[in-house]
């Protein structure tokens, strides 16, 4: 990589690096020079259209998910993880991106093992419902779909490149929906088309950068991404208070709540979106009381349980006949991987006669066979008094 020169740096020091009478070592210089060509203007957090991620001393802009606050740490100028944490640990990025340029450098020695997270959800699972990139020490001949560079557990790379004997590795990825393209020491193990791959095209397509933990002590440098045109055009539904201008109520006597983001149902009743859809993908975040029972209708006449509607159930009871998932009085559930009061993300699309639930990345119904092609209204249900039910980041758009 060529490097252009960089504008001047003024630090007044009261010693060198190795404190005043001490000599400095070579690493101290490098780890010295690295830090503050990183945070100058023209280093390589300041490439042409690239914003830094990472400043070098903090995790500043970074947040610690299902974890302990030591899982990550920095040290000599690199995001670390910590042995002690693990699987489902991570760090993640403090703003969601859609297309992106992103690139990083890991240091890799011996057995190590890692991921870089694309489009990961707020919640759920990253791997499932956005896009692993592997971090793996092995230099494995025969290209494998947990090689260094795969889009984890699904795609193998072209070609495995990984300097394992305690050396930094050179990571990037590029995203332009449906394009994905992967570098690693400079050379490309991805070129996708991820629509093309049935268990990735129903993917997030905006979502967190995250690092994973799992337990290895691997190190993050140099993180810096580059934003690309957006190409998503979703209609937001409940995002805040004033979405609920969008709904009314149409049956029952459900208290709906607007708590800043969060739309909660208590009681029973129905309350149906004013515009009506035919084919469409619908996504909402979701959070139930424990053994409660909802649902989502749609291509519904606004009547209620009594009128013209299909239904997603929404019931964390795995030994029910229609559990969470499920299209009720249709097609049963393969139950999905939700654990109790925990909010889990639903995906819906809705084209023609089929019908596709997700439930956090996991296909649990896919159904052909839909009789009532006639566009209706989405609305949510609140099924059982005493019961609640939380929704967030419930949005729609045209399939």
Avoid at 138 to 143: A, G, I, N
Avoid at 218 to 228: A, D, G, Q, S, V
Avoid at 371 to 399: C, F, N, T
């Amino acid at each position: 990589m060529r490097l252009r020169s960089l504008p001047y740096v003024h630090a007044e020091l009261s010693g060198p690096p190795g404190g005043p009478g001490k000599s400095v070592t070579r690493r101290e210089l490098l780890s010295t020079v690295s830090l503050a060509f990183a945070a100058a203007p023209g280093g390589q957090g300041a490439e042409d259209g690239f914003t830094p991620l990472f400043d070098g001393v903090s995790l500043k802009g970074w947040s610690i998910r299902e974890g302990p606050q030591s899982a990550f740490y920095v040290n000599d100028g690199a995001i670390v993880v910590h042995e002690g944490s693990n699987f489902p640990t991570w760090l993640r990025s403090e703003k969601r991106y859609e297309n992106f340029d992103f690139r990083c450098e890991f240091f890799i020695k011996g057995w190590m093992n890692s991921g870089i997270f694309l489009h990961a959800p707020e919640h759920g699972r990253n791997a499932e419902t956005g896009i692993k990139i592997n971090v793996f020490h092995k230099q494995d001949q025969k290209m494998l779909t947990e090689s260094i560079g795969s889009v984890f557990p699904l795609v193998a790379p072209f070609k495995v490149n990984v300097r394992n004997k305690g050396e930094w590795n050179s990571m990037r990825a590029a995203v332009d929906w449906p394009r994905l393209r992967v570098w690693i020491n400079d050379d490309m193990v991805q070129d996708l088309d991820v629509e093309s791959v049935p268990d990735l095209r129903c993917r997030l397509r905006r979502g967190y950068i995250g690092l994973e933990s799992l337990s290895y002590p691997i190190r993050f440098r140099n993180l810096r991404i580059k934003e690309l045109p957006s190409k998503e055009k979703w209609q937001a539904l409940y995002e805040k208070p004033a979405d609920l201008a969008q709904w009314e109520v149409v049956e029952g006597k459900a208290k709906w709540e607007p708590l800043g983001e969060v739309l909660r149902a208590d009681g029973l009743g129905h309350l149906a979106t004013r515009e009506r859809y035919r084919d469409f993908e619908f996504h909402a975040y979701m959070r139930p009381s424990r053994w409660s029972n909802g649902g989502v209708l749609f291509r519904a006449d606004g009547a209620g349980n009594q009128g013209r509607h299909y239904e997603i159930q929404v019931h964390d009871v795995e030994g029910a006949v229609y559990p969470t998932g499920s299209l009720y009085g249709i097609r049963r559930a393969i139950y999905p991987k939700i654990e109790p009061e925990k909010w889990f993300l639903m995906q819906l699309v809705v084209k023609g006669r089929y019908c596709l639930v997700r439930i956090n990345g996991e296909n649990v119904v896919e159904y052909n066979d839909l009789e009532d092609l006639e566009p209706g209204r989405i609305m949510l249900q609140a099924h059982q008094a005493g019961r609640w039910i939380e929704y967030k980041q419930v949005r729609v758009k045209s399939a």
